[in-house]
């Protein structure tokens, strides 16, 4: 079975741009999470989706939105890039919002 | 404030020996421990998990020991093997709460022939 697939892999961007990243959950999976991790350090929580409905936000200014689609995918938005920005962007899927969170592989995201 | 310290920041081991990596935490309300292996390029991946209604959970090589008094749970790992030289990752949730995962600072752990 195919687990958590982010797009894309690597991402260049320039301060000041706009980015998407998209995330299609484990098949069957309805809750996806957002985590941005700096190099060197643990995943911090940004977003969680579920049933296409925002369950829960992290400590991260409005530049970063995100949605789920009915499919149960989701992307996460962030404006206004600052350099600080630069990060793995992890994807976690679960079957529902009570069971193990599985990741993905992120988006590298550096910024310029 | 860090809600979880995970401790050593890397960890040196020889191969066929035993690693041991260790998380305390404050708030009692979490409820969900799991351990979390990341290797370089590659997001993290579901080790091993413990509730608190346990004091111990043993998956082959891999066992977590949970010390529900004094707020510390720890991942043993027998028989270290170089395939198991990874980052590792404590986590935290509050499973019926806000079901974010919360995260340690990680270890480096490599196994040395």
């Known amino acids: 079975d195919a687990g958590v697939t982010q797009s894309p892999t690597h991402l260049i961007k320039t301060r000041g741009q706009q980015v998407t990243l998209r995330c299609s959950p484990i098949s069957g999976h309805k809750s996806v999470s957002w985590y941005q991790q700096v190099l060197g350090q643990g995943p911090q929580f940004i977003f969680q989706y579920y049933e296409k409905e925002e369950r829960g936000r992290g400590n991260f200014p409005d530049r970063f939105s995100a949605r789920q689609f009915p499919n149960y995918s989701s992307e996460l938005n962030v404006n206004a890039l600052l350099l600080g920005d630069s990060a793995l962007y992890l994807c976690?899927?679960?079957?529902?919002?009570?069971?193990?969170?599985?990741f993905g592989d992120g988006t590298r995201l550096s910024i310029l | 404030q860090q809600q979880v310290k995970q401790s050593p920041q890397s960890l040196i081991v020889q191969k066929g020996g035993i690693s041991i990596i260790n998380c305390a935490y404050e708030n009692t309300a979490f409820d969900y421990f799991p351990w979390y292996q990341q290797f370089p390029g590659k997001g993290p991946a579901l080790l091993i998990a413990?509730?608190?209604?346990?004091s111990e959970k043993k998956e082959g090589r891999f066992t977590i020991s949970f010390n529900k008094s004094a707020k510390q749970f720890s991942l043993h790992i027998m028989d270290s093997q170089p395939g198991d030289s990874a980052t590792y990752f404590c986590?935290?949730?509050?499973?019926?709460?806000?079901?974010?995962?919360?995260f340690g600072t990680g270890t480096r752990l490599t196994i040395i022939p």
């Open positions: 976690a899927s679960s079957i529902d919002r009570y069971q193990p969170q599985h």
């Open positions: 986590a935290l949730q509050v499973l019926f709460g806000n079901e974010k995962l919360t």
């Open positions: 413990i509730r608190p209604d346990v």
